[in-house]
């Protein structure tokens, strides 16, 4: 059994192969993506997994930005 996972929306699903791992993916987030439409959530769904919505061509763009950036040390071996 394969799992495949879309972890900008959180949906996941599995499959007795890699290709049907895909396409039932596929087909999950197409019902999730319908019934969070009928919900009225969509778009703050979106919106919230960092996606800004181009109501002129209905593109979803992915939103790149640094939350928080620090360095640190890390000991490797001796």
């Given amino acids: 059994m ?3 996972y879309c972890p900008e929306l ?3 699903s599995c499959g007795k192969t890699v290709n049907k791992a895909k396409i039932n993916l596929k087909e999950a987030l197409e019902i999730f993506i319908e019934e969070t439409t009928k919900l009225g959530t969509l778009h703050d769904l979106l919106e919230e ?3 800004n919505i181009s ?3 209905k593109v979803l763009i992915k939103r790149k930005e640094i939350i928080e950036f620090d360095t640190f040390q890390v ?3 001796k």
Avoid: P, T
């Fill in 2 to 4: 394969y799992s495949s």
């Fill in 10 to 12: 959180d949906v996941a």
């Fill in 49 to 51: 997994a960092g996606y």
């Fill in 55 to 57: 109501s002129k061509d």
């Fill in 75 to 77: 000991s490797i071996g």
